[in-house]
């Protein structure tokens, strides 16, 4: 039998570099994938094997690129309705909303999107519209998790959403990584005085 040890040592050498891969410890992080229906049985099995094998991967690039955690907010618990209709991050006891029908690369990206309003979630009040924040540091999350392909496609994707999407993405792709993350270190800085 394998040790632990040694079982992450190979997962982590068959691992493309740059990627941010999930260390020893399960994620602080617990979601559950709810069907809203026995229709939407089959999508959230296909989230919650995500969720099972990726889980601790998608936190930590989370975490790391907004420079927050779950735990430090008091939202470890997630439970996230999988149905037909537009997604929405919930708040708290306020469960989570997915698209049953997009395509895999999709739910990965909007399960992060999402998670990512959660994580910010103490740093803006209910009225604001915090895309443009998200942005900032939501672009490193998917390419420490995905990579750079990933990235752009999911944007891509975003974009043709409409509404606030593509204004927000071009804002934030104008900046240079580095200064996403300065500008994102600014606005977390003054929001969590």
């Known amino acids: 039998m394998r040790s632990w040890v040694a079982t992450l040592a190979a997962i982590v050498a068959c691992q493309p570099a740059g990627r941010i891969e999930p260390g020893p410890h399960p994620a602080r992080l617990h979601v559950s994938f709810v069907a809203a229906t026995d229709s939407f049985a089959s999508a959230a099995r296909t989230y919650d094997s995500l969720w099972a094998s990726e889980g601790p991967k998608i936190t930590a690039a989370l975490e790391r690129a907004a ?64 895309h443009s924040y998200l942005f900032l540091w939501l672009y490193t999350a998917w390419v420490a998790a995905y ?47």
């Open 67 to 130: 420079k927050l955690t779950f735990a430090d907010i008091g939202d470890t618990d997630v439970t996230a309705i999988v149905f037909e209709g537009v997604s929405n991050s919930g708040f708290r006891e306020k469960p989570m909303h997915l698209r049953a029908s997009y395509p895999t690369d999709t739910k990965r990206a909007t399960l992060m999107h999402e998670l990512g309003h959660r994580l910010e979630s103490n740093l803006f009040r209910a009225s604001e519209d915090d």
């Open 147 to 193: 990579g750079e392909s990933f990235a752009r496609e999911q944007v891509a994707v975003e974009k043709r959403r409409g509404g606030v999407y593509p204004a927000a993405w071009d804002v934030a792709l104008t900046l240079s990584p580095r200064d996403r993350e300065a500008r994102w270190d600014s606005v977390r800085a003054s929001r969590m005085r």
